[in-house]
């Protein structure tokens, strides 16, 4: 059988791709259904993108990659897709965009366009090999029990990362990547729960504050949320795409609280109590509590100096703590890193070396931020490849 195109995997980027596209088109999944990770997304309302998307928001080895594709499909063409199909959506916070309903609109959207545009979906379809074939490329695959070949003139690597392998993701991308000659960035799980020794936060789980976090590189204000193995939350997620083993984080746990004026007017009025219920009126009872034995909060107000006051909040707002590790690809939402930008065109994500040959997605090495991000990284790179098929 033979294919202009062939796109290897049906997710956020091969189904764009699909949709863009021109000529014979077939995509091949070994997936039961197309664009899983999309329909587990947000909470099953999928965060599509982010109003505010610009490429610092996202992590590569070379930074400039992403902006031709993202400047040519912006958050503003995807939107107005998504309206084209009447889905109504929402802004929750920090201009990222859900939909009201379910995600499974968003995947329905994404299977018509591709279907629109002439393209067919193997599911359940096993890819066993690939290789050249004259100019264009010849794949061997299992469907439904039968080794099929297929021939195509150009070949898309859309597989995405290694995270949630039990969802299927696998490293086919990489594979068939280096095996034509292109190379890999170092891969890494991102948007990660950070761990801790066993027990450290185990009282405090469940607990979520709104937090300042700093790494050696960068910071996020976001919520912070304590788990049983650890730290987790939109901030924490966010700062584990830029943090390495070993590195220690500071977390300010007073993040937007003036808590020294705060201390200050309270031991004016109510020096008796001591600085554990005077705290616990401004931050999380429990993480007050758990704070108390080493920051000495049993202690009554009306003895603190100022300079006492402000050693305290300066040890609130500069909590530092070294993960132990993260959860691994077992629960991160992304692979930071993947196939180098270096081989790839930015313009059409066509690999420089090999003529035919492109990768788009999550599997390249473009890594967005928590917040609608990747998703839009995937629509611009799989409009790119598209556009230029
Ligand atoms: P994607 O993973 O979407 O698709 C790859 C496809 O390839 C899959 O269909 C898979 O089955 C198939 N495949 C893999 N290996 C194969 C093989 N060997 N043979 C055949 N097929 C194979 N992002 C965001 O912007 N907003 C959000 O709300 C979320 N939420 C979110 C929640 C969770 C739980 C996760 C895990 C991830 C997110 N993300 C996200 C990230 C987002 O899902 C991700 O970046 C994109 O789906 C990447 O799109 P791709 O098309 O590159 O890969």
Known sequence: MKFDTVILGAGAAGLMCAAHAGGRTLLIDHARKPGEKIRISGGGRCNFTNLYTEPENF??????????????????????LVERHKIAWHEKSLGQLFCDGKSTQIVAMLVDEAHRA???IWLQTTIREAAHCGAGFALTVEREGVTQRIEANNLVLATGGKSIPKMG???????????????????????????????RFAAL???????????????????????????????????SSYWR????????????????????????????????????????????????????LDARLADQSDKALQ?????????????????????AEVTLGGIDTDGLSSATMEAKTCPGL??????????????????????ASGHAAGQAI
């Not at 705060?262 to 007050?288: D, E, H, I, S, W």
Request: aromatic letters at 10%.
């Open 311 to 331: 050693s305290l909040c300066d040890a609130l707002s500069n909590w530092r703590l070294t993960p132990s590790g993260t959860e691994g690809y077992r629960t």
């Open 245 to 296: 083993e070993g590195e220690a984080i500071s977390v300010d746990l007073a993040s937007g609280l003036d808590l020294f004026a705060r201390l200050r007017a309270q031991r004016q009025r109510a020096g008796r109590r001591t600085l554990k219920t005077v705290l616990g009126q401004a931050m999380p009872t429990r993480l007050v509590d758990h704070l108390s034995a080493d920051l000495n």
């Open 118 to 120: 002439g393209a067919d």
């Open 358 to 379: 492109f990768a788009i997605g999550e599997a390249v090495d473009v890594t967005g931020w928590l917040g609608g991000y990747n998703f839009q990284w995937a629509w």
């Open 59 to 80: 992590l590569s080895t070379n930074p400039h990659f992403a902006k031709s594709a993202l400047a040519r499909y912006s958050q503003w063409d995807f939107i107005a």
């Open 169 to 199: 993701a696998t490293g086919l991308a990489y594979d068939i990547a280096q095996q034509f000659g292109l190379s890999l960035t170092e891969t890494r799980p991102a948007l990660v729960p950070f761990t801790f020794p066993e027990g």
């Open 205 to 239: 789980s469940g607990v979520s504050l709104p937090v300042r976090v700093v790494s050696a590189r960068t910071s996020f204000e976001e919520a912070l949320l304590f788990t049983h193995r650890g730290l987790s939350g939109p901030a924490i997620l966010q700062i």
